[in-house]
């Protein structure tokens, strides 16, 4: 079994930075295979970005300009660097591993941009 504990989420203004961090715990030796997926209310959940098993980072086009993903093995933990942000990126950010047939979700954490 694998956990994700998601933190760094909050209120933040147009134009401004976060940074998510997610934990990951168990049954896991990389952080390939960890990404980052979004929701917004009403809408499905959709890619922010992701390392592939090979360790290749992998963006939503739209998002790839202001948004980086990256890691700490060591730590098991995935990073989301997200800036200049916009009101449409509000949503539910999720962190993510999958690994075979399984996929694991945290909880999310919520970001929300005001204009």
């Known amino acids: 079994q694998v956990q994700l504990v998601e933190s760094g989420g909050g209120p933040v203004q147009a134009g401004g930075s976060l940074r998510l961090a997610c934990t990951a715990s168990?049954?896991?030796?990389?952080?390939?295979?960890m990404g980052w997926y979004r929701q917004a209310p009403g809408k499905q959940r959709e890619l922010v970005a992701r390392?592939?098993?090979?360790?290749?980072?992998n963006y939503e086009e739209s998002l790839a300009g202001r948004f980086t993903i990256s890691g700490d093995n060591s730590k098991m933990t995935v990073y989301l660097q997200m800036n200049n942000l916009k009101p449409e990126d509000t949503a539910v950010y999720y962190c993510?591993?999958?690994?075979?047939?399984?996929?694991?979700w945290g909880q999310g954490t919520q970001v929300t941009v005001s204009s």
């Open positions: 993510n591993f999958r690994e075979g047939s399984t996929t694991y």
């Open positions: 168990g049954n896991i030796f990389s952080i390939n295979g």
């Open positions: 390392f592939s098993r090979g360790g290749s980072e």
